[in-house]
């Protein structure tokens, strides 16, 4: 019964973590800011960081059921 929840965090989380991180890498990569108004390494830094803990809690998740 719980196992619908856990798979459905699961795949949302990695879905946003690894989308964020081919972003960010695309943007890094081709030298175009991340965030507007922010500094580079800042932005690039918060929003790779994001994605990784996104990641993570989706592993998480798949190790739950």
């Known amino acids: 019964m719980e196992r619908g929840p856990a798979i ?11 989308g964020l991180l081919a972003w960010t890498a695309v ?15 800042a932005s690039a830094t918060l929003a790779g960081l994001v994605s990784v803990i996104a990641l993570i809690i989706g592993t998480w998740c798949f190790t739950r059921l």
């Open 27 to 41: 943007r890094v990569r081709q030298r175009q800011p991340v965030a507007h108004g922010v500094s580079p390494v």
């Open 8 to 18: 459905f965090a699961g795949v949302v989380f990695a879905l946003f973590g690894g």
